[in-house]
């Protein structure tokens, strides 16, 4: 899966992005995705807002990308991301998985 910093880290020019600045940029957006689930949860947002597909979405990427315990939140190593049979491929079709067919990569819908 190209995850929402992966994703954000595609369209950064390699030259100008040392390792730390994309430690840093993956620490925000696991804050920011957390700080969102967090609030949703809580008894004065609206539970309409829980009942969102597009929050569950988000709440699955953000367990896949993201390792969260009572010490805060770290972005999974590549070793520590789900199997691409399993993970989301994309917020936008999360029925697609990544996968090889005929020597070519690349994500694709189960339903087609």
Same mark, same amino acid.
């Given at each position: 899966m #190209?995850?929402p910093v992966?994703?954000?880290r595609?369209?950064?020019p390699?030259?100008q992005?040392? @390792? =730390?600045?994309?430690?840093?940029?993956?620490?925000a957006? +696991?804050?920011? +995705?957390?700080?969102l689930?967090?609030? #949703?949860r *809580?008894?004065?947002a609206p539970?309409?807002?829980?009942?969102?597909?597009g929050?569950?979405? @988000?709440?699955q @990427?953000?367990v *896949?990308q993201y390792y %969260?315990?009572? /010490? +805060? %939140?770290?972005?999974?190593?590549?070793?520590?991301?789900?199997?691409?049979?399993?993970?989301?491929?994309?917020?936008?079709?999360i029925? =697609?998985?990544?996968g090889?067919k005929?020597?070519?990569?690349g994500? =694709?819908?189960? /339903?087609?």
């Amino acid at each position: 899966m #190209v995850g929402p910093v992966r994703e954000a880290r595609g369209r950064l020019p390699a030259a100008q992005e040392p @390792v =730390a600045a994309g430690t840093a940029l993956a620490a925000a957006v +696991g804050a920011d +995705g957390y700080r969102l689930l967090g609030a #949703v949860r *809580q008894p004065s947002a609206p539970a309409r807002l829980r009942e969102l597909p597009g929050l569950e979405t @988000v709440r699955q @990427v953000w367990v *896949q990308q993201y390792y %969260h315990d009572q /010490n +805060g %939140h770290r972005w999974r190593d590549k070793s520590d991301l789900p199997p691409s049979t399993t993970a989301i491929g994309s917020p936008y079709d999360i029925d =697609a998985r990544c996968g090889i067919k005929c020597g070519r990569a690349g994500a =694709a819908s189960r /339903n087609m």
